[in-house]
């Protein structure tokens, strides 16, 4: 079982930035992919950028390179860069890692950017 704690949520204003955290229970270096996904007030959950252990990395088309998600093995831990946020960007973001066939997922942790 591994267990996925976000943090770094909160409130912030348009054109600002927010740093996310992802910590796992245990070593992520055998986790095949890790990411970030979204859910906004009456949307579905959709992919926001992922990680694999090898370093390659994918976002979503409509970031427009605003995000940047990166892995620290030694500290088991994902990072999600936001920068010139939009009000758009308001969801609760999950952390999300794959190992071998199974799937984990964090709580959830709220953003919410005011215009």
């Known amino acids: 079982q591994v267990q996925l704690v976000e943090s770094g949520g909160g409130l912030v204003q348009a054109g600002g930035s927010l740093r996310l955290s992802c910590a796992a229970s245990?070593?992520?270096?055998?986790?095949?992919?890790m990411g970030w996904y979204r859910q906004g007030p009456g949307k579905q959950r959709e992919l926001v950028a992922t990680?694999?252990?090898?370093?390659?990395?994918n976002y979503a088309d409509s970031l427009e390179g605003r995000f940047t998600i990166s892995r620290d093995n030694a500290k088991n831990t994902v990072y999600l860069q936001m920068n010139i946020m939009k009000p758009e960007d308001t969801a609760l973001y999950y952390c999300?890692?794959?190992?071998?066939?199974?799937?984990?997922w964090g709580q959830g942790t709220q953003v919410t950017v005011s215009s």
């Open positions: 990680i694999t252990n090898g370093g390659r990395t």
């Open positions: 245990r070593n992520i270096f055998s986790f095949n992919v």
């Open positions: 999300y890692a794959r190992i071998i066939l199974k799937d984990y």
